[in-house]
């Protein structure tokens, strides 16, 4: 193996001199930027202002629109609240450095897909800690109870940080939504900044397919596509999102599916309703040299199948980040701190406990002044920048891109902008009615017909639904302490 094969598509900025690794760089201030061969580096300098954008950006307005055009289109911006409006009808997967007179600003995309990690001295930030581990040492946690959670079944069920923590004292995790201000050695929360504006299903609809066709139009551009098609809604709305591009679909088959699981075949008939060519494949599991990358290249590695060969030229369309719009934590009102840490199946972990009425504390209030719901941004910063987020590393360190087209501020506003009894997880009028404005046909066959879901929908019928998701945090929790 190279030294190039191993932290792909990830960066480093520091004040230290040089790291062994044969990268790129760029002097930015007093820092150094320091950036995988395969990072494209798109930079733009007027006398007010520098960005410097790591990955890629796209524009629906204008799909045939390069990175380059995208960020010169920043010039003129002279405040910071008018870069983070600008930057919002943009989506895609990436790490801005923006110098503004003599201040440096750290921040990633509307997800946070690309990570960010820092050192509590804010003198080095990487994409991951055991990268920034290469030109600093990494000090292990000194309280008791960080150290039992991050050594916990817990923890070691899916190896994900929580909140903005890591495995050591020293390093932290930027969550979406905040940036980083290098000189005052602080992180700034910058959205919600602006109150939700209400809208009907009626208005939200055309404005998301006109969204989501522009991103996807866009990444066309750039690359051959394939997408993941499943019997979820997520997959379903990109799929009719994307009919007017050149690209591939496939599910991949689990050893339980045979060809009449409904993963298998609903998403088969709706493929071929447009005669898209769709196969279910069977991913092997890691051979040794991707299983090397990933050790190597991520804190925690997962274990994962291999991607399919047949695609490793193809930028992947996935529908993560979606679940941010589908009540995923649920729809309960009163929301205390031990809902979230049994949300998370965190029951017990006084760390846990900590971590998020931290979280709570510093920001419930200014999700609910600007309207919006503080599980739903729970989920987009806690699951999202933490869950999905790795994903992306994951697979960029197995040469994977993926793009989740979701990732837009103002994509994202106009769905949480909706009626949240209109778009819970298992029953979603949002996007039934995107899928009926798209395709009439498509709508009339079923999203994950499963035992579960059956239930839920007609709890929603019954109105028993807000109270039947109440019963279960408490059920839960009573468990955990019968079982103590």
Known sequence: MKETDF??????????????????????????LFYHPEHELTHFSEKEIDVYLLGFI???????????QIVDSFSGIKTFEEFTKHLAQYSGHFVIILRMDRKIILMGDACGQLEIYYDTTFSTFGSQPK????????????????????SSPAFNREFLFIGDTTHVENIKHLLPNHYIDIESQSVIRYFPKIPINPISIKEAVPVTITRLEGFIKAASFRSKLVMGLTAGYDSRTLFLSNLDVDCKYYVTRDLHMNDEHYEIRIPKKIAKLFNKDFRAVDEPPLDEHRKRLLEQSVDFP????SPDKMYDDHLLINGNLSEIARNSYGRFKRVKVRDLVSLRNFFGSKYAYEVYGNWKRK?????????????????????????????????????KDIYSPFCSHELLVTLLSTPRKL????????????????????????TN??????????????????????????IKNLTHEISK
């Open 7 to 32: 932290f792909r598509k990830q960066f480093l900025l520091t004040d230290k001199g040089e790291i062994d690794l044969p990268w790129n760089s760029e002097k930015i201030l007093h820092l150094n």
């Open 58 to 68: 796209f524009d629906y307005r204008n799909p045939e629109f390069s990175n380059q």
């Open 131 to 150: 990268l920034i581990g290469k030109v600093i040492p990494l000090i292990p946690h000194t309280s008791e109870e960080a150290r039992r959670f991050y």
């Open 302 to 305: 997962r274990k994962w199948n």
């Open 363 to 399: 920001n419930s209030k200014i999700i609910e002044q600007y309207g919006y719901h503080i599980l739903d941004l729970f989920y987009w910063e806690e699951r999202m920048g933490n869950w999905t987020a790795k994903t992306k590393t994951e697979w960029n360190a197995m040469g």
């Open 423 to 446: 778009r819970n997880k298992y029953h979603n009028v949002l996007y039934n009615s995107i899928f009926k404005s798209l395709s009439p046909e498509t709508a009339k066959i079923p």
């Open 449 to 474: 017909p499963s035992l579960k879901k059956r239930i839920y929908k007609y709890s929603h019928k019954l109105h028993l639904y807000r109270i039947i998701q109440r019963l279960r945090i408490l």
